[in-house]
């Protein structure tokens, strides 16, 4: 088990920024490679961005990309999440999730609600 608690939700109107923090137990996190996940009410859940164990890579959705940066401090066991220009289309419940070494995000977090007001 890897538990995964994320935080930095909240209200926030459009143009503004939030910082969401995903924080990992356990000794193995830089071996993880880290992903942000959303969903939106109706909505399947979305890829948002990733990053790999060094940090030396990352990936983003489009509609993230220019907008939103994903970062990790191992030393910490943690990733984040910076959304500036936030849209009220970025509105939804984030999560973050944990590839352990097989290529798939095995473990989840409860998530954290980011709401973007128009």
């Known amino acids: 088990q890897v538990p995964l608690v994320e935080s930095g939700g909240g209200l926030v109107q459009a143009g503004g920024s939030l910082r969401l923090s995903c924080v990992a137990s356990?000794?193995?996190?830089?071996?993880?490679?880290m992903g942000w996940f959303r969903q939106a009410p109706g909505k399947e859940r979305e890829f948002v961005a990733s990053?790999?164990?060094?940090?030396?890579?990352?990936t983003y959705a489009d509609s993230v990309k220019g907008r939103f940066t994903v970062s990790r401090d191992n030393a910490k066991s943690a990733v984040y999440l910076q959304m500036n220009s936030l849209k009220p289309e970025d509105t939804a419940l984030y999560s973050c999730?944990?590839?352990?070494?097989?290529?798939?995000?095995?473990?989840w977090g409860q998530g954290t609600q980011v709401t973007v007001s128009s």
């Open positions: 999730a944990a590839d352990i070494g097989r290529r798939i995000y095995d473990y």
């Open positions: 356990g000794d193995a996190f830089s071996y993880f490679r």
């Open positions: 990053i790999t164990r060094s940090a030396g890579t990352t």
